[in-house]
């Protein structure tokens, strides 16, 4: 089955970057449409932070246009967020997300991260 592990949380103080990494495990029997980036912090419903669509292209939340770049390597086995600039509203926990097809549709969210954005 398809499993996601998400890294590279942590604390960071406001104005710092870091980068966050999604490996991908039992994909080699499906095909991935979307793979991207949420999050949720306390109190408010989860977001999309970036995304890659079916076709390549990416969607970015307003508030981190500019800020985050989303990629992914070759094999699309691991989706990475870079994230620069950061403030005290880029606090909470980051998921990593993919869906795709393989004997069906699917769809499946990894653990997340804690990222802790410091005065």
């Known amino acids: 089955q398809v499993q996601l592990v998400e890294s590279g949380g942590g604390l960071v103080q406001t104005g710092g970057s870091l980068r966050l990494s999604c490996a991908a495990s039992?994909?080699?029997?499906?095909?991935?449409?979307?793979m991207g980036w949420y999050r949720q912090a306390p109190g408010k419903q989860r977001e999309l932070v970036a995304r890659f669509n079916g076709d390549g292209s990416t969607n970015y939340a307003d508030s981190v246009t500019g800020r985050f770049t989303i990629f992914r390597d070759k094999n699309k086995n691991t989706v990475s967020l870079q994230m620069n600039n950061l403030n005290s509203e880029d606090t909470a926990v980051y998921y990593c997300?993919?869906?795709?097809?393989?004997?069906?549709?699917?769809?499946?969210w990894g653990q997340g991260t804690l990222v802790t954005v410091s005065p």
């Open positions: 997300r993919m869906s795709g097809v393989a004997v069906g549709y699917f769809e499946r």
């Open positions: 039992g994909t080699d029997d499906c095909r991935i449409t979307t």
